[in-house]
């Protein structure tokens, strides 16, 4: 696929930072033809920045992909560099061109193309194309941007891959019937997704109040589109839950949450663990929790930020690494990482 309008220029291998100079001022934010109208306010900073684009060290050349704001001849140049971590630096750039995005977006590495999907400047179209991949990390991370379109995720709602299921369920651009469908999933933690996302219909959510995942249940209960009808019926599964609302509400403040994680009925501190609004502290503390149910919880929670997560996939229980890996909000690294880990479970002599 060519670069369309940051087309890369016939350059020989004798290029230097004085003819690549001469090219930038030669073209504008549009790739059309021209001049500044001034001259570049810091020519030292620019020159060095020129310099590590061209530098045989793939290391500079790495750094040079991370500057934000590069000049667009300079994002079309390192798009093509040969080496996949400068690539792939420059596809988790937050001020790429979009036009770059969609020449990265097919690039031969899945890596790179995981950073272009996760871009937060991607667009929707850049999306679609990128939807048809036949990598299941790199469609979990389009499903779960905010910029995938309806269409989209309905389509990727068909995946084989659970992750990529459980990152549909959990996108708040996913619309009601592909919610629905995925509330019957085989998988629990596509389940458990459906009933934490705010926009899944009353009925799915009355069918998911009877699941035989308590989890889901709690994710039920605590969900702002949950009736009191529903509530109802899934207390009648356990008088606790009736007590555990408070600690699932996400209206519920810091210090309340905080009282309640340390509660010795350990319902209660799932609940707490499993609250998309609980301080990242908090989640640090219940991530330790002697119970690993509560650890679950954590490790199942979008909020659990990466380093949280990252500590989970060493935890004793498979089944709290397994939610480590179902977790929509964990990157590519953290869910490979658990992969890894509950691989060693099963082999544990190799």
């Avoid at 389940?191 to 109040?209: F, G, I, K, W």
């Avoid at 207390?235 to 009282?259: F, R």
């Avoid at 609940?271 to 609980?278: E, L, P, R, T, Y």
């Avoid at 330790?288 to 996939?313: F, Q, Y």
Wanted: contains cysteine; proline residues 5%.
């Amino acid at each position: 696929m060519a670069l369309g309008i940051w087309s890369h220029p016939k350059l020989d291998s004798k290029l230097n930072g004085e003819s690549l100079t001469a090219k930038i001022s030669e073209t504008n934010g549009n790739g059309a033809t021209g001049s500044y109208t001034e001259a570049p306010s810091n020519i030292p900073a620019l020159n060095s920045l020129i310099k590590r684009i061209l530098d045989p060290d793939a290391k500079k050349r790495k750094l040079a992909a991370s500057e934000r704001n590069l000049h667009p001849f300079m994002q079309a140049y390192l798009a093509l560099d040969s080496d996949e971590k400068v690539r792939t630096e420059l596809g988790a750039n937050p001020t790429i061109e979009p036009g770059v995005l969609t020449y990265l977006a097919h690039d031969q590495s899945e890596e790179v193309r995981v950073k272009v999907a996760a871009n937060r400047n991607i667009t929707s179209d850049i999306l679609v194309e990128m939807a048809e991949d036949d990598s299941f990390n790199v469609l979990a991370t389009v499903a779960k941007s905010a910029m995938c379109t309806t269409n989209v995720l309905a389509y990727l709602a068909n995946s084989p891959s659970r992750e990529v299921r459980a990152a549909v369920a959990a996108n708040q651009q996913t619309g009601p019937s592909t919610l629905a469908v995925l509330g019957e999933d085989d998988s629990a933690a596509v389940r458990l997704q459906v009933a934490r996302n705010d926009h899944t219909p009353e009925h799915t959510l009355a069918e998911l109040a009877g699941d035989e995942d308590r989890a889901v249940r709690m994710a039920v209960y605590s969900n702002p589109s949950s009736s009191d009808e529903i509530r109802n019926k899934i207390e009648n599964y356990s008088v606790t839950l009736s007590k555990l609302h408070p600690a699932l509400d996400p209206a519920s403040d810091p210090d309340s949450l905080a009282a309640m994680a340390t509660n010795e009925n350990w319902v209660i501190r799932q609940g707490v663990a499993m609250n998309k609004s609980a301080p990242k502290d908090l989640l640090a503390d219940l991530a330790k929790d002697p119970n690993w149910m509560v650890r679950r919880g954590v490790a199942s929670n979008v909020a659990a930020t990466e380093s949280i997560l990252a500590d989970l996939t060493h935890d004793t229980n498979k089944e709290v690494i397994q939610a480590v890996a179902d977790n929509p909000a964990a990157t590519k690294e953290i869910v490979e990482l658990a992969l890894a880990a509950l691989s060693a479970t099963l082999n544990p002599h190799k």
